[in-house]
């Protein structure tokens, strides 16, 4: 069973396009996250969820919109696809501690 | 803010040997947590150690081990006795707190090649 699983793991898609990227953990966390790793591969974070209630917000274009249905799922939609939202987006769970994070392999997110 | 620095894009090891990758950060926090995360050509990442700032002996995971420098600031990983699997990107990253959805800062990683 996969801890943290994000679906799809590659997403190829023109300017313009809105899109979601889904993720489930199955870890009993409390808390989620989506990070985006550019083409440089450094990590940011974009946003966190703690059951279910938005609690960071980076500075991230409001085309980006998260989701959390209940605290198992965290979802991502993007509007207005931009060539600029290329990037490998990671989603990982916490239980408050300091065990770090549990992270899903990956949407690697392609815009043409 | 908190910041990580990796000041060393590459690395290269021979199998077998022994490498060190730096990590600096900044914080005037007194409690954090660090941690060194291994990302293989698979993009998956993956915890490889961690360390409270509040201990003083520093962690040890099998072969990968870390120099802890509170006053310094300094948070290095060794890797003994490389293996070929260990090739990969590293990254350093500090946490401030460990309550509710604590925030994962990263440094820009360190890309290490084993070699036969």
């Known amino acids: 069973d996969t801890a943290v699983s994000q679906t799809p793991k590659y997403l190829v898609t023109q300017m313009g396009n809105d899109k979601s990227i889904k993720c489930e953990q199955n870890?009993?966390?409390?808390?989620m996250y989506w990070y985006k790793q550019d083409s440089k591969k450094f990590l940011k974070i974009m946003f966190s969820y703690n059951n279910k209630e938005l609690i960071i917000n980076e500075t991230v274009p409001n085309r980006f919109s998260p989701k959390s249905p209940d605290k198992a799922h965290l979802n991502l939609h993007i509007n207005s696809l931009e060539l600029g939202d290329s990037a490998v987006y990671f989603c990982?769970?916490?239980?408050?501690?300091?065990?770090?994070?549990?992270f899903g392999s990956g949407t690697r997110l392609t815009v043409v | 803010a908190q910041t990580v620095t990796q000041s060393q894009p590459e690395m290269s090891v021979q199998e077998a040997e022994t490498v060190t990758l730096s990590c600096t950060y900044d914080t005037s926090e007194s409690n954090y947590y660090l941690f060194w995360y291994k990302q293989p050509p698979s993009r998956q990442m993956i915890l490889v150690i961690r360390?409270?700032?509040?201990?003083?002996q520093n962690a040890t995971e099998n072969r990968f081990s870390v120099n802890f420098q509170k006053a310094a600031k300094s948070f290095s990983l060794k890797i003994s006795d490389s293996q070929l699997g260990d090739t990969a990107m590293y990254f350093c990253a500090f946490m401030k707190q460990a309550g509710t959805a604590s925030k994962l800062t990263f440094g820009t990683g360190t890309r290490l090649q084993v070699t036969l």
């Open positions: 360390q409270e700032a509040y201990k003083q």
């Open positions: 990982a769970s916490s239980q408050p501690g300091s065990y770090g994070y549990t």
């Open positions: 870890l009993g966390h409390d808390t």
